[in-house]
Each structure stands twice: as C-alpha cells, then as structure tokens.
C-alpha cells in the first residue's frame, strides 16, 4: 500500500460554546459520545404509517420476545434483569411506532429508548462488544455491492457486521410478519419508510467507542465520509483508546480530496465537542492505497454478503412499489 498523508496530531478540540456542547446528555451518563441530533425538526410524509403500526403491533411484541429470548442466551446466568430487560426491549421496538429517521419526536424516543437496551446489556454482561485487543475495521455497511466487506470483516478482522449484538438485531430489524395471516403477502416491521430503527447505528457507534490501537476504514466512494460522519466521530473524538486512524481507499477515490472531506469534518467536529468526554485532540490519521489485487480478493470474500443485501434491498422495493 502506497501512504499518501499522515497527520502527526489531529487539532487540539476547544470548543466555541463549552456551556451549550458540555450539558448532560439526554442519552444517559457514560453516553455522552453517542452522535444523534435529538429536538430536530424534520417532516416526512405517509398516510398509512398509524394502521401499519396498528396492525403490526402484535408482531412487534412477539419480535420483541424472540430478541429478548436471543439477548439472554447471549449472556451467562442470570445477568440480565428480566423485567427491566423487557422493558427497554419493549420500548425501543414496540411502544414507539413509525416517524422520520432522523427527526421528530418519535425518533428522539427511538433513540433514548434503544440506547438504553444497548448499555443495560453491555452493563449488565460487562462484555464489551469489541475487546481492545481486537483489530477493528469500519465500512460503510449501507453499501450493497461492498467491495470493502472482504477486507474489513474477514481474516480475524473485527468489523460490526460480525459483533454477536449486531447480527441480532439486523435480523430483528430485517424482520417481516402477514398482515392477512391466511394471505402470503409479507410487510417489513421496521422498514426505513414507515418505522425507521435507529439500533444498528447505535450498535456502530459503540463499537467505534469500545476499539483501541490502529483502527482501519475503508472508504470506497468519497460519500461514504458523510455516511460513516457520525462513528467517525466517535472514532476520531469521543474515543481515547485509539493512536491512529487508517483511510484506507479503494480504486476510484481521489486522495487529496478524501483528505479535503476528512479535514472539513475534523474542523467541525474539534470545535464542536465537550472535553470533559472527549480526546485532548483529534486522533492522527494517514491515508493509503489497496492494492488492485486485494479489493478483488476482497469482492469475491464479500459475494455472499452483498447477495443477501441485495436480496433484502429489491425485496424492501418490490414492497414499496405495491403499497
């Protein structure tokens, strides 16, 4: 690999309102790096989204059972509080029904909510979803044909897509039910359009938070700097444990403009941060090449992958187009 650009020390992070960006967070104490805009306004549109969730309600409680089912056998005896378990579990995938993602009330809800199931389960199991003897790798998961998913995710390689909690609640989030139970047509429980989670992205974020040493990010299209903005964050700000961050670019990313988006988010970010939780300065980082050779490795690693991605997607379309 080729090194193109390594900064010794990232900017030191002062913050322009210190009293604004350093109140307690709503998200809890010890979360304080979690990156979601609570109180913003957004609109989105559909008419239909109270009868599906109306509709839906009993198969959301019964994935709600089936997940807390899973979460416990995950962990050793007795760890988990069966009550109070249930309850965040609930809240996060039953109680709160439709919204926009990214915005509104219901959204702000879906966050506290299944915030609180991620760190009552870390803190409960006290398993850290990434040990900080782990070699982490980050990639835009969102990616459907991932040239970077062989690479980040393969040969004792850590990325989210293979943290035990991760592939939990994808297949909850993935799941579907029959509104008509003597009818085949399927609905997606917790679709993007009508009832957007928020649980895999805060499952990324805490990864970000729990790694340690020379973390990798591969970046295969200049947008996935905006994609991936939020764990970057907690990569690059919130987490102390990290020395350096690697950029690693796939064929098609132009370097110096890769280091143009890096640089225009790390100014914001340092001058948008508590101290009191974050790093002293933004964590050094350096950009490099991969070889031709290995991103083809790395696609054909990723074919089943991205298969099933794929699947998933036409099949979230075919669902649209017919309501």
């Known amino acids: 690999m080729e090194e193109d650009d390594t900064r010794s020390s990232g900017p030191q992070i002062i913050p322009y309102n210190a009293e604004d960006v350093c109140k307690p967070s709503e998200l809890g104490i010890g979360n304080e790096f979690l990156s979601f805009q609570l109180h913003h306004f957004g609109f989105c549109l559909n008419f239909k989204q109270k009868q599906r969730c109306e509709r839906s309600m009993e198969a959301r409680q019964a994935e709600a059972l089936k997940l807390w089912t899973q979460m416990s056998s995950t962990a050793s005896k007795n760890t988990l509080p069966t009550t109070e378990m249930k309850q965040a579990i609930f809240g996060c995938l039953v109680d709160v029904c439709g919204g926009c993602s990214g915005s509104g009330r219901k959204w702000d809800k879906k966050v506290k909510a299944c915030v609180d199931v991620v760190s009552k389960y870390i803190s409960y199991t006290r398993k850290p979803l990434v040990k900080k003897t782990d070699k982490v790798s980050i990639f835009d998961t969102e990616n459907i044909q991932s ?33 008509e139970p003597n009818n085949s047509i399927e609905e997606a429980l917790f679709d993007g359009h009508d009832n957007p989670s928020p649980l895999l992205e805060i499952v990324e974020q805490f990864v970000a938070k729990q790694a340690a040493g020379n973390v990798s990010v591969y970046i295969e299209s200049i947008r996935d700097i905006s994609a991936l ?16 961050v690697t950029f690693l670019t796939l064929t098609g990313v132009k370097k110096d403009k890769l280091a143009t988006a890096i640089q225009r988010k790390i100014e914001t970010w340092a001058g948008s941060a508590c101290p009191i939780w974050s790093r002293f300065a933004v964590v050094p980082y350096k950009i490099e090449d991969v070889h031709p050779s290995r991103v083809t490795r790395s696609i ?23 309501t």
């Open 147 to 179: 040239a970077a998913h062989g690479l980040a995710c393969n040969e004792g390689v850590r990325c989210v897509e293979n943290v035990q909690l991760y592939s939990m609640f994808q297949s909850t989030i993935n799941s579907k039910y029959k509104p």
């Open 300 to 322: 054909e690693d990723g074919r089943h992958r991205n298969k099933m991605k794929e699947k998933q997607r036409n099949w979230e379309i075919d669902w649209i187009m017919m």
């Open 229 to 244: 903005r939020n764990i970057l964050k907690v990569l690059m700000i919130y987490n102390r444990d990290i020395e350096m």
